[in-house]
């Protein structure tokens, strides 16, 4: 059937295992613990058919909401039509990775918290506030001529 629209539909590329990826699942991905509240994303294994999540979930971050024996819940947004609405799933652990996503957030908090500790200990105050990055300073361009030349 031409231009068909089933659930699996056009996912040849998207469920694809990569090159010298294929065979065994390794173990490290069922022995990931996962907690309520922690970052994930979802990234479908082809290999396994069980407990795959659509295709337009593929590649999306979302947020732990339930653990099952071989499943978490996970919460994500989805565009539907003018609104945002909040969807919750059920996806096998085989098709998930925890996410990098606050990473950045989470060394800031970390360095914030030593340069306060060190602010209190010298009696002063800090401020953590992120600031924009100013204008670059001046500078001279030592060793430029400036030739002139007539066009004809």
Known sequence: ???GHGQRSCTRDLFFRPFRRKGYIP???YLRTYGI???VDIKVNGAVHKGMPHKFYHGRTGVV???RKHAIGVETNKQVNTRIVKKRIHV???HVLPSRC???FIERVKKNDLLKAEAKAKGEKI???RQPEGPRLEFIVEGATLGYSHSL
Do not use: A, P
Request: contains cysteine.
């Open 1 to 3: 059937m031409s231009g």
């Open 27 to 29: 173990l490290s991905t």
């Open 37 to 39: 509240g922690d970052y």
């Open 65 to 67: 909401w339930n653990i």
């Open 92 to 94: 096998r652990i085989e």
């Open 102 to 104: 606050c990473e950045d």
């Open 127 to 129: 401020s953590t506030k």
